[in-house]
């Protein structure tokens, strides 16, 4: 009964989880339930395997590079920070004629489990030259701490690295020019696992082929789809409650199957006391 007690202790943490984040009925795939099997092997990720579109897909050779050959021969932190200068000076699209700071991403560029990818930065991001700290960021972080990680163990980074104005969508112009930044993040961070976040980020990265939920690869990694966290805050402002449960039951089921992915599963909710009692 021990892989039993396993999974149902794994079930309690996920319905937790989903009860602090506002849910009150859960959903759950038959899928997740075979990876939390201890005993069976984990499946490798699947159905759809894809790489980056014709014209834009990393060299097959940088995958099998030792880390000093891909970085050219530049030390990993001394190439992301040679390609954070050159997206500071970079005028190659309109959006730099009204940004404040180039954002061009945040947080652990040594291999980690998960690289976020967004859409592009919004006024506060623009203002403090940092990725997904408006109310969309908070949302993240939550996703990230429920996952298991902080921030820092991770990296966040956009499809385009200034704002657009009044933070619309970025056009296809502007994403064919800062795209290679991006790309170039990705051959030298090599992050485990990629997490794109809605669906200027599965354009920008798979073409917009990708289904959300759905396995997909890029330069041989393992690429999850999911919202972005503004469309679940627009949920929040409105009445469509059932919308909101729905995209927010989406999102966490994509953060587990990363995390099985990575052969991980959440971590236990720290609950907190009663009132008037102390633990």
Not at 40 to 46: E, F, G, L, M, V
Not at 48 to 67: E, H, K, L, N, V
Not at 139 to 166: E, H, Q, W
Request: glycine share 8%; hydrophobic share 35%; charged share 25%.
């Amino acid at each position: 009964m021990t892989g039993y007690s396993s999974i149902i202790e794994d079930l309690i943490d996920h319905v937790s989880l989903l009860q602090e984040l506002g849910e009150r009925t859960v959903e759950m795939d038959p899928a997740l339930l075979k990876v939390l099997e201890p005993d069976t092997p984990r499946p490798a990720p699947a159905a759809m395997s894809r790489s980056a579109p014709s014209g834009r897909q990393m060299s097959a050779t940088a995958t099998a590079r030792p880390r000093s050959q891909t970085a050219s021969a530049l030390s990993c932190a001394e190439a992301i920070t040679d390609i954070c200068a050159r997206v500071a000076e970079c005028t190659a699209c309109p959006l730099h004629q009204s940004r404040t700071k180039t954002v061009p991403g945040k947080g652990n560029i040594n291999a980690p489990d998960i690289m976020f990818i967004g859409e592009a930065p919004g006024a506060e991001e623009d203002a403090q030259g940092e990725p997904f700290v408006g109310r969309a960021g908070q949302f993240l972080t939550k996703m990230i701490n429920a996952m298991g990680y902080s921030r820092d163990d991770v990296f966040i980074a956009n499809i385009c690295k200034c704002r657009p104005p009044n933070n619309r969508t970025p056009n296809i112009e502007e994403m064919q020019k800062c795209l290679p930044f991006l790309y170039e993040q990705i051959r030298v961070i090599r992050p485990k696992t990629l997490f794109l976040l809605g669906n200027t980020s599965i354009k920008g990265v798979l073409g917009g082929t990708a289904t959300r939920g759905q396995w997909a690869r890029f330069d041989g990694i393992p690429v999850m789809s999911t919202y972005h966290p503004s469309y679940i805050i627009r949920f929040e402002r409105g009445t469509d409650n059932s919308g909101m449960k729905r995209a927010k039951t989406e999102v966490w089921r994509a953060c587990k199957l990363v995390l099985a992915q990575l052969g991980k599963t959440p971590p236990p909710i720290k609950r907190k006391p009663a009132a008037g009692k102390q633990e």
